[in-house]
């Protein structure tokens, strides 16, 4: 089946070198866009500028190309577009589902640990961090200006039983789901539950947007019909659902695939010392010798 309206993307971060896992989920985007003759972006997803580096934009886009990716030119910069990912938080406030938290993490850590000594029975997030415990949602407007004229930076968190009413009413009793589609093109609905993420930040203090928003706003902006990436974000789609939901942006089908493991058992990762596609590619090794690493068939 050709689909000559889909558009997928590659969206890496750049802080650091791509290794095998990468190559997995750039190929997987790409052969299915070929197949269907659907469209290809690479997004460079550099909103944390203290961890962005240029030259691992440039050995990006090499070990892309050298992989025999095409993509669309110029590449999306997430860093040239603070100001839509502030737009979109500005309609989150107005709309009362988003408030600033002046908490620092040490004060986040300390109330967690006060509400798990009382026995509070502490909750995880999907990734593994305890819930933020509410510490500032419903300041008052007069202990939010002291904050501020006392110089202290806010990280803007979503206030999530709000969020979830003000999507209930948008979503007229649809329920919140999103279609997972297998490589086939089977798709299956699955339930989001957003509230798994407690007031997850949406703008961080030291950068003026946060992935989560700034993936949502641009696979928008860009049309993805299809975000192919890593099962490691499969619960991180539950919180942009309801985003998609509140900014009335459109519901792209996903497919999360399967992560590579290294030697250890652990997801292939630059902190476990995954291979990196360049020195793979200095070493001399062949495009198909890759595909055949990550499991991907000949082209
Ligand atoms: N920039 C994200 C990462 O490198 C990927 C985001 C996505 O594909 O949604 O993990």
Redo the contacts with the bound molecule.
């Keep these: 089946m050709t689909d000559d309206r889909a558009v997928f993307r590659f ?3 750049p802080n650091g070198e791509l290794h095998l896992g990468h190559a997995l989920s750039a190929l997987v985007g790409h052969d299915w866009a070929r197949r269907i003759g659907g469209r290809f972006l690479v997004r460079i ?1 550099d909103i944390d500028e203290a961890r962005s580096r240029g030259h691992f934009i440039d050995s990006i886009l090499e070990d892309l190309a050298w992989l025999g990716l095409e993509w669309e030119k110029p590449e999306l910069r997430q860093s040239q577009h603070f100001a839509d990912y502030a737009a979109a938080a500005q309609r989150l406030q107005e709309m009362g589902v988003l408030y600033p938290c002046f908490a620092t993490r040490g004060e986040i850590a300390l109330a967690v640990a006060r509400a798990t000594a009382a026995g509070v029975p502490e909750q995880m997030d999907p990734d593994g961090a305890p819930l933020y415990p509410g510490l500032h949602r419903g300041l008052s407007a007069d202990e939010i200006a002291a904050c501020r004229a006392s110089g202290d930076r806010a990280a803007l968190r979503i206030d999530m039983h709000k969020a979830l009413a003000v999507a209930e009413a948008k979503l007229a009793g649809r329920a919140l789901t999103f279609r997972e589609i297998s490589a086939d093109g089977r798709a299956r609905v699955v339930d989001a539950n957003p509230a798994r993420w407690g007031d997850a930040v949406l703008i961080r203090k030291d950068t003026p947007a946060s ?1 989560h928003l700034a ?1 949502v706003i641009d696979d928008a902006r860009q049309g993805v019909t299809h ?1 192919t ?1 890593g099962a490691d ?1 499969f619960a991180a789609t539950d919180l942009h659902r309801l985003l998609q939901v509140l900014l009335d942006l459109p519901e792209p089908l996903y497919h999360h695939h399967r992560l590579l493991y290294g030697a250890h058992g652990r997801k292939l990762a630059k902190s476990t010392g995954a291979p990196r596609l360049k020195d793979l590619r200095a070493q001399g090794l062949s495009r198909s010798a890759v595909r055949a690493q990550v499991g991907l068939p000949e082209r």
Aim: proline residues 11%; charged residues 20%; hydrophobic residues 45%.
């Design positions: 969206a890496p971060s997803e992935y993936v975000v990436r974000l």
